[in-house]
């Protein structure tokens, strides 16, 4: 096997535990199932994670860190702000129709990790990860298309937040993708409403 930094195991560790639990849903991934995905001993898994809860932690952040930057790189800023916010739900919507399955898992790891005793911060760990992104997202747009808000950055944040989960969440349910043209054209022009251009 293959000698490599622990920093880079644990990032190919993660990989491997996103995979099996997309595919065999968390409860029924289990250390040995990911090491064996990822195609290393079980005693290399331990070396670089110290429980199971480390490892969802880095599952959750890693997945989070992905919806990030393909959001961050869509939202350059564009002729109007309607046309950037739209570029960036976009990019979110497209990842979301392409990996279904990573997308669910987000749900399970928060019902997971707020039912298992001892992972319940987990939870609140990934939704403050969710604000964290969308407060970061905000600054940046705000700074660079100089634009005033007409609410508070946290309140925003904490909407966006709420606003994309439970859309992902509906989407997941119901499918319907003829549909969202229309929603988020509407979400769109919410956010519009939220944001002030200041002149020059």
Known sequence: MTRMP?????????AAAIRAMARDGVAGTTTRSIAAEAGVSLSVFHYCFDSKQALVESVITSITDEYVSVVKEALRPRATLEETVRAGFQAYWDHVRAHPDAHLLTYELTQYALRRPGFEQLARRQYE???????????QLSASMNLRLRVPVAVLARYLAAMTDGLTLNYLVLGDADVWTGVLDTVTAHIGSL?????P
Do not use: K, P
């Open 6 to 14: 622990s920093a880079e195991r644990r990032r190919q560790l993660t």
């Open 129 to 139: 990860l969710y604000g964290d992104a969308y407060t970061e997202l905000i600054e």
């Open 195 to 199: 944001v002030v251009a200041d002149a």
